[in-house]
Nanobody, 121 residues
Framework: QVQLVESGGGLVQPGGSLRLSCAASGIIFRIYTMGWYRQAPGKQRELVATITSADNTNYADAVKGRFTISRNNAKNTVYLQMNSLKPEDTAVYYC???????????????WGQGTQVTVSS
């Protein structure tokens, strides 16, 4: 099994910054793409950013230029640096990882428990 543990959420004023972290642990053969998704009240979960094991990144249009995703492959950890935060960024942020538990086993998606980010004055 793979466990994803997020940290770094909280309350911040508009224009402020936060850094989210997510560490994968457990029986892991390999982690491929990692990413962040978010879900605001009454809305569907949406992609924020993803990063491959080769450090290729993809961002939602709403966060381009403000958020930066990065990862440490040796630690199976992914980060999300969020700058110039807006009230509309308020949501529960979920870490996601695509991984394989062993050679020949299928890739599976794993999710963290979520961390609340609230942007408000």
């Amino acid at each position: 099994q793979v466990q994803l543990v997020e940290s770094g959420g909280g309350l911040v004023q508009p224009g402020g910054s936060l850094r989210l972290s997510c560490a994968a642990s457990g029986i892991i053969f390999r982690i491929y793409t990692m990413g962040w998704y978010r879900q605001a009240p009454g809305k569907q979960r949406e992609l924020v950013a993803t990063i491959t094991s080769a450090d290729n990144t993809n961002y939602a249009d709403a966060v381009k230029g403000r958020f930066t995703i990065s990862r440490n492959n040796a630690k199976n950890t992914v980060y999300l640096q969020m700058n110039s935060l807006k009230p509309e960024d308020t949501a529960v942020y979920y870490c996601n990882a695509e991984g394989r538990l062993g050679v020949g086993l299928p890739r599976r998606q794993y999710w963290g428990q979520g961390t609340q980010v609230t942007v408000s004055s």
